[in-house]
């Protein structure tokens, strides 16, 4: 494979970023992949950001609106997956803020709805424990699922 010019992988980069949101930590990746030295990596990033190919905190808000939507995942779960993209931590904070509560009871609750009818419990503290389990490996806060077990005991059909 020959080797990319600066301005290829700009290029390139450019049109990598321009297929679905990209974070900074991934774009890096790739052009490290691609064989760019340190200096061109952070050359061509500092432009993706200047031209708004790259923006960090347009990433975590896109992110969590779509880890929360389509996969149903918690804010513990969505936190750690951006953490682990390296992104501020405030980014982090400001785009987990915007997730509104009475939608991510509401995904939480038909989650557990759901979860529930599969679960094969002899009394309903184990079935309560198999569901807490499974919406903290979810990424949900074991005080809300706790909270919505509770107020919601009907709904969960023990």
Known sequence: ??????QEALNKAAAYCTQCERCTSEVVAKLTAWGMTSSQRECITATLTDEKF???ERFCR???????????WGRIKIAAALREKRLPQASIKEALEQIDEKEYS????????SKRKEIKAPDSYTASQKLLRFAAGRGFEPGLVMKLLKFNPDEMDF
């Open 1 to 6: 494979m020959k080797q990319l010019s600066e």
């Open 54 to 56: 790259i923006d960090d």
């Open 62 to 72: 896109a992110f969590v609106n779509d880890k929360l939507r389509f996969n149903r």
């Open 106 to 113: 509401e995904i939480l609750l038909a989650l557990l709805n």
